[in-house]
């Protein structure tokens, strides 16, 4: 995993952004969509059926459940 080094100035304002970028990453690897570009991703969710949001396809390229769907994805995965 690598740690990018941001500027002190920049932190403050990138820390969300950080974040959420960070959190998104983890996402994407345990959908196992590292890899995957915004083309591979579906305009509805597999699942339910249910639009994915454009912001959400572009920020997880590859992704094919909404969130509710991956949410309950990753609960069941955690479970087997
Ligand atoms: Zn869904």
């Given at each position: 995993m690598?740690?990018?080094l941001t500027d002190a100035s920049?932190?403050?304002t990138a820390?969300?952004?950080e974040w959420l970028g960070d959190a998104l990453r983890a996402q994407a690897r345990r959908?196992?969509?590292v890899g995957k570009s915004v083309a591979d991703s579906?305009?509805?969710c597999v699942r339910c059926d249910e639009p994915i949001?454009?912001?959400r396809r572009a920020a997880l390229p590859g992704v094919q459940l909404c969130v509710a769907c991956?949410?309950?994805a990753e609960k069941?995965?955690?479970?087997?």
């Amino acid at each position: 995993m690598m740690e990018r080094l941001t500027d002190a100035s920049d932190r403050a304002t990138a820390r969300e952004a950080e974040w959420l970028g960070d959190a998104l990453r983890a996402q994407a690897r345990r959908a196992g969509l590292v890899g995957k570009s915004v083309a591979d991703s579906a305009s509805d969710c597999v699942r339910c059926d249910e639009p994915i949001a454009p912001a959400r396809r572009a920020a997880l390229p590859g992704v094919q459940l909404c969130v509710a769907c991956q949410r309950r994805a990753e609960k069941e995965r955690r479970c087997r």
